[in-house]
């Protein structure tokens, strides 16, 4: 199984970006989609989720701000991440799991986003 993410980059405060994060080696329309980051000296936070039926659920700190989409015939999710905030800067990564709760089966390797004021 490969997660790749891809997108991130460097951007001003107010800005926007859009992540992927492909998928390979496994059923993806079976598997719970997530993204999380993390911050420099941080630990890693969740940012997002959504459901192979298309339901979502965001963390306070983006909800508003980011959407998470999926294209189950692009074994593909999607983060969009608008009126971006140095507070937003961090490794985003996805990460898949089949369970309705519980841990991530597996990781992508992180695409950096770095927002500048």
């Known amino acids: 199984v490969q997660l790749q993410a891809c997108g991130g980059g460097l951007v001003q405060a107010g800005g926007s970006l859009k992540l992927s994060c492909a998928a390979s080696g496994l059923t993806f329309s079976r598997y719970i989609m997530g993204w999380f980051r993390q911050a420099p000296g941080k630990e890693r936070e969740f940012v997002t989720r959504?459901?192979?039926?298309?339901?979502?659920y965001y963390s306070d700190s983006v909800k508003g701000r980011f959407t998470i989409s999926r294209d189950n015939a692009k074994n593909t999710v999607y983060l969009q991440m608008n009126s971006l905030k140095p507070e937003d800067t961090a490794v985003y990564y996805c990460?898949?799991?089949?369970?309705?709760?519980?841990?991530?089966?597996?990781w992508g390797q992180g695409t950096e986003v770095t927002v500048s004021s």
């Open positions: 959504i459901w192979s039926t298309g339901n979502t």
């Open positions: 990460a898949a799991r089949t369970g309705l709760q519980g841990e991530y089966d597996y």
